[in-house]
């Protein structure tokens, strides 16, 4: 779900001054280049300085507060738009940033409320409807986030984040085909989002569909060359699709990244297998089962490229072994091609 941090600043409505002494314009604009920056602490001090000299300055709050909040001074950070809600009643901003702040500390009951305040001061507040129905979902209506998703991308049918969180939710209560149509929408509106390109790619795998996942999970590497999760599953449909050379090209990639998962050795295995390179398969295997000593399906895989490459006596014992540990298929090996007498062990 997207919407929280990233949006802290976004559609900040115009700011409406009292009466009173106004510090300068250009004080005003040093204070916010300062926050534009990132120097959070200058930022505050002039704040503060701008707010002596003119405590209805509601701008000043404004970036003293997303100022204070960059430094996770949450409290500091929600008096200052406490105070820019009683400076300016009628502005939806300082009740969204107030949401925000909610957010960010996991209070989403009080978030809740604090965007259906906004919301109510400002209908067309689409980030407030898609940070709100994050916060619904976070707290288990699903219900009201699906509505809030919606609302917002009515709101704003530019904005993509209500169609990518509202497809993850439709992921969620399995309505894959549906979860696509809204991906495909967050995708139109920002081609160059690799978690929208790859959460389209998920959805097809969950209704098997692996040729449109691998194309986008092709997109999402494109995008970002160090999306590894994008390496794995385009991996997992390369096997699926019968092209180990290419998914052994991935596994590869994701084995130079972390070398201390079991699983990619034993996917590797199965490409050095599925191309007939029994030996590198075996050792595949091998280093699987160093990391994970219990892994019936690396003994079950190894037994098989023993048994591919004519060591039959290594072969029984892995496929004996594997029927110790649950695989079920090892036992028509064992009664094919193990004639010695094999003591087997099913585990209970």
């Given at each position: 779900?997207?919407?929280?941090?990233?949006s802290s600043i976004l559609f900040l409505s115009a700011i409406f001054f009292l009466c009173g002494i106004r510090a300068s314009a250009q004080d005003n604009s040093n204070a916010?280049?300062?926050?534009?920056?990132?120097?959070?602490?200058?930022?505050?001090?002039?704040?503060?300085?701008?707010?002596?000299?003119?405590?209805?300055?509601?701008?000043?709050?404004?970036?003293?507060?997303?100022?204070?909040?960059?430094?996770?001074?949450?409290?500091?950070?929600?008096?200052?738009?406490?105070?820019?809600?009683?400076?300016?009643?009628?502005?939806?901003?300082?009740?969204?940033?107030?949401?925000?702040?909610?957010?960010?500390?996991?209070?989403?009951?009080?978030?809740?409320?604090?965007?259906?305040?906004?919301?109510?001061l400002d209908s067309s507040y689409a980030v407030a409807y898609n940070n709100r129905g994050n916060s619904e979902y976070l707290v288990g209506d699903s219900r009201s986030a699906m509505l809030?998703?919606?609302?917002?991308?009515?709101?704003?049918?530019?904005?993509?984040?209500?169609?990518?969180?509202?497809?993850?939710?439709?992921?969620?209560?399995?309505?894959?085909?549906?979860?696509?149509?809204?991906?495909?929408?967050?995708?139109?509106?920002?081609?160059?989002?690799?978690?929208?390109?790859?959460?389209?790619?998920?959805?097809?795998?969950?209704?098997?569909?692996?040729?449109?996942?691998?194309?986008?999970?092709?997109?999402?590497?494109?995008?970002?060359?160090?999306?590894?999760?994008?390496?794995?599953?385009?991996?997992?449909?390369?096997?699926?699709?019968?092209?180990?050379?290419?998914?052994?090209?991935?596994?590869?990639?994701?084995?130079?990244?972390?070398?201390?998962?079991?699983?990619?050795?034993?996917?590797?295995?199965?490409?050095?297998?599925?191309?007939?390179?029994?030996?590198?398969?075996?050792?595949?295997?091998?280093?699987?089962?160093?990391?994970?000593?219990?892994?019936?399906?690396?003994?079950?895989?190894?037994?098989?490229?023993?048994?591919?490459?004519?060591?039959?006596?290594?072969?029984?014992?892995?496929?004996?072994?594997?029927?110790?540990?649950?695989?079920?298929?090892?036992?028509?090996?064992?009664?094919?091609?193990?004639?010695?007498?094999?003591?087997?062990?099913?585990?209970?």
């Amino acid at each position: 779900m997207r919407g929280f941090v990233s949006s802290s600043i976004l559609f900040l409505s115009a700011i409406f001054f009292l009466c009173g002494i106004r510090a300068s314009a250009q004080d005003n604009s040093n204070a916010i280049a300062l926050y534009k920056s990132g120097e959070y602490i200058r930022a505050i001090k002039v704040c503060d300085l701008l707010i002596k000299a003119n405590k209805h300055d509601t701008e000043a709050y404004i970036y003293q507060g997303l100022s204070k909040e960059k430094i996770k001074d949450f409290k500091g950070a929600r008096k200052d738009f406490k105070k820019v809600s009683k400076l300016s009643p009628k502005d939806a901003t300082a009740h969204f940033q107030l949401g925000v702040l909610w957010s960010e500390t996991e209070d989403y009951y009080h978030s809740i409320k604090e965007y259906t305040k906004a919301i109510k001061l400002d209908s067309s507040y689409a980030v407030a409807y898609n940070n709100r129905g994050n916060s619904e979902y976070l707290v288990g209506d699903s219900r009201s986030a699906m509505l809030d998703f919606t609302l917002s991308g009515k709101a704003d049918t530019t904005y993509p984040d209500p169609f990518y969180n509202r497809g993850h939710l439709k992921m969620v209560l399995g309505k894959y085909q549906e979860a696509i149509n809204d991906f495909s929408r967050a995708i139109a509106l920002a081609p160059n989002d690799a978690d929208a390109w790859f959460s389209r790619g998920q959805a097809y795998d969950n209704i098997n569909d692996a040729k449109n996942a691998v194309n986008d999970y092709n997109n999402v590497i494109a995008i970002d060359s160090g999306y590894m999760d994008a390496y794995y599953f385009r991996g997992s449909d390369f096997t699926k699709l019968n092209h180990p050379q290419l998914a052994m090209w991935d596994i590869t990639i994701l084995i130079q990244s972390d070398s201390t998962d079991y699983s990619l050795r034993y996917m590797r295995g199965i490409a050095f297998d599925s191309l007939g390179e029994y030996k590198e398969a075996i050792t595949d295997f091998t280093v699987a089962l160093k990391l994970k000593s219990d892994d019936g399906q690396s003994y079950y895989g190894r037994g098989y490229a023993y048994l591919k490459s004519g060591q039959t006596a290594q072969a029984c014992d892995d496929f004996n072994i594997a029927y110790y540990y649950g695989v079920q298929d090892a036992r028509k090996f064992l009664d094919v091609n193990c004639r010695r007498a094999v003591k087997f062990y099913q585990r209970h």
